[in-house]
């Protein structure tokens, strides 16, 4: 069952984020007023979303019957990843990207009804973001929360990998692909000849472990180079996220401020009107202690 926090979460997760921080302060404020900390506090940790993040966010509270699909289909797919099964993976790699290219066009739609700008819209980011939760199931789950703050990447997904396979039939086959080509047997060779290409072969097969081990190499530097971009970004919308917090913090300092301002000048206002009466009174007090001396030395003459 749905708190009325959740459901001021849900909204403040559906509007667009340019009205995140200004809805989060109000929700903080009113949660404040009614004396509930728990709330506030839960509210005032939330992270203003990125456009395409919200974006995903809107796809997940407004259609959640399509998330629930694509966390089965990547519950498919892995499943065929691991079975190897590659008639199937094949299959299911088209529909994958013919399904996350229906989900970036309904998740559009739902933006643009929002009132997003289509033109603004970073679907490329969006398309990401549902290609990686096909990949990884904590994603998925992340995504289905509705509560994403930034977009997610997979960058060792891609397109599904097809693996070079010995095709099993029940006869023995020659792989192709992974075996190098035997040097013909030619009836005239000579001794220095098979020499000659016993050389080149192991020429081809040296060059080849070389190259093995500069492409492991290069493989191994571009995926670090990749998470480093992508520690490097979620650094940099961390400290964004955090200048917008402060910002609405100084923001509402200046609102108290100038209200304690107000205050405080309705306060001396009332100290001088109080002032005034308080000397009225006792020039009242004078005057009638004044009359009543009179009327004593009148009496007395």
């Known amino acids: 069952m749905h708190s009325a926090t959740d459901s001021v979460i849900r909204r403040l997760y559906e509007e667009p984020p340019e009205s995140f921080v ?4 109000a929700a903080v404020d009113e949660a404040r007023r009614e004396g509930d900390r728990d709330a506030a506090k839960r509210l005032a940790a939330l992270k203003k979303p990125t456009v395409a993040a919200w974006v995903v966010n809107l796809l997940a509270l407004k259609r959640p019957d399509l998330i629930g699909e694509l966390v089965e289909l990547s519950t498919a797919l892995r499943a065929a990843q691991r079975d190897l099964q590659g008639e199937q993976l094949r299959e299911l790699s088209q529909q994958r990207r013919q399904f996350v290219s229906a989900l970036v066009a309904a998740a559009r739609k739902l933006a643009v009804a929002a009132g997003a700008p289509a033109a603004r819209l970073p679907l490329a980011d969006v398309e990401a973001t549902l290609t990686a939760a096909l990949a990884e199931p904590e994603i998925a789950a992340q995504v289905r929360t509705g509560r994403l703050i930034r977009p997610a990447n997979y960058a060792g997904f891609g397109e ?24 013909p047997e030619i009836p005239s060779i000579t001794p220095r000849e098979r020499a000659a290409a016993d050389q080149r072969r192991r020429e081809r097969e040296r060059k080849r472990r070389e190259l093995d081990r500069e492409l492991s190499v290069a493989l191994a530097a571009e995926r670090r180079a ?55 009174a006792r020039r009242r007090v004078g005057d009638v202690q004044a009359a009543l001396d009179d009327l004593t030395a009148e009496a007395a003459d």
């Open 22 to 25: 200004a809805t989060r302060a």
């Open 226 to 280: 990749d998470e480093q971009l992508v520690r490097a970004e979620s650094a940099e919308r961390d400290a964004g996220h955090l200048v917008e917090d402060l910002d609405a913090e100084l923001a509402e300092l200046e609102r108290r401020r100038t209200e304690a301002v107000a205050d405080v000048a309705r306060r001396k206002l009332a100290r001088r009107t109080a002032e005034r009466e308080s000397a009225a």
């Open 160 to 183: 599904v990998p097809r693996p070079r396979l010995r095709l099993v039939t029940g006869e023995a086959e020659d792989d192709l692909a992974e075996e190098p080509e035997a040097e």
